[in-house]
């Protein structure tokens, strides 16, 4: 079931927004156009962003102000402090599902743990109750813990929810629609780790993927502290912005070639063509997961790096 524009609408109708700019995940791009038309028979003009839209962190203000909106609906998120120049109204965009089919019939999966620690993202914090009552009624211990808004909401680069209960839990259960969320965690757990996919109907270990990624990450390690030209990938979405010049002196000090590489959307096509032997990522951690077997050089995460800084 859909979510209902009704609260969103409302807070708009409360701060007098008149020309609305619109933000929204890519799992939301099929729905845009419908939402458009109901915020117009609400009153508002809409302009609809079709940029990528990566979280909280990617507030397109500065360009909704410049098209004269006087309000950012952005859709699919919570706030999380990146102050904004314009308006932004964020609405969570709640789905009403239930999980617990799907845990019944892949539940031969979570037979061997007792103490499974439920995660989702901000659309299913509704569906983990219903997880819950299932699972305990099937004889598990049920932990989860609020980290940010919601009871066991996790974002692509907030995991608090589920390592703050990780010493406590056998298994961990994400709840969502692909496989983000449950990378996301699964690369900073040792736990064993099951994404509990709505869209798909399944249950899957992810423990494979895991150890993909990590050999990836071993290897790009590795060609970076032999790398002797290295760019540092900087983005100037305003909740992504970090000063890469200490790094960089720390890079040079160590015999390297260092070039600050800076864009909105970091993206391998912006490095083609460019005499680089590897790539630390100073902007959203999720680049160096996601999208490692999109690079045809090494990049990195910063964090991933360790004493190579």
Not at 189 to 215: A, H
Not at 249 to 262: H, P, S
Request: hydrophobic residues 45%; aromatic residues 8%.
């Amino acid at each position: 079931m859909s979510a209902s524009i009704v609260p969103a609408v409302e807070k708009l109708k409360r701060f007098n927004a008149k020309r609305v700019f619109v933000q929204y995940p890519e799992g939301l791009k099929l729905r845009v156009q419908g939402i458009a038309k109901e915020l117009e028979a609400a009153g508002f003009e809409v302009i609809v962003s079709v940029e990528p839209c990566y979280g909280a962190c990617d507030l397109r203000d500065a360009e909704a102000k410049r098209l004269g909106c006087d309000a950012l609906l952005h859709i699919g998120h919570e706030d999380f402090g990146v102050k904004s120049e314009l308006l932004v109204v964020f609405w969570e965009y709640f789905i009403d599902t239930d999980p617990a089919p799907i845990i019944e019939k892949e539940f031969a999966k979570l037979k061997p743990y007792g103490r499974i620690g439920i995660v989702t993202s901000i659309q299913f914090v509704h569906a983990v109750e219903k997880a819950r009552k299932f699972l305990e009624k099937n004889g598990k211990k049920v932990l989860t813990h609020k980290a940010l808004q919601y009871e066991g909401q996790i974002l692509g680069c907030n995991l608090d929810a589920a390592l703050k209960i990780e010493n406590d839990v056998d298994a961990f259960l994400c709840i969502s629609a692909g496989k983000f969320y449950g990378l996301g965690l699964v690369m900073k757990t040792d736990k064993p780790m099951f994404c509990l996919d709505l869209e798909k109907g399944t249950l899957s270990d992810m423990d494979e993927l895991k150890k993909r990624i990590q050999k990836t990450i071993a290897w790009n390690r590795a060609a970076l502290d032999d790398a002797k030209r290295v760019a540092l990938l900087v983005s100037w979405k305003r909740g992504q912005a970090k000063s890469p010049f200490e790094l960089k002196k720390k890079l040079e000090a160590k015999g390297k070639e260092v070039i600050i590489l800076a864009m909105d959307e970091i993206t391998p096509e912006k490095l083609t063509g460019l005499k680089i032997d590897a790539a630390l990522n100073l902007a959203c951690p999720r680049i160096g997961i996601d999208d490692l077997g999109r690079y045809r050089m090494p990049v990195l995460n910063l964090e991933d790096a360790g004493t190579l800084i």
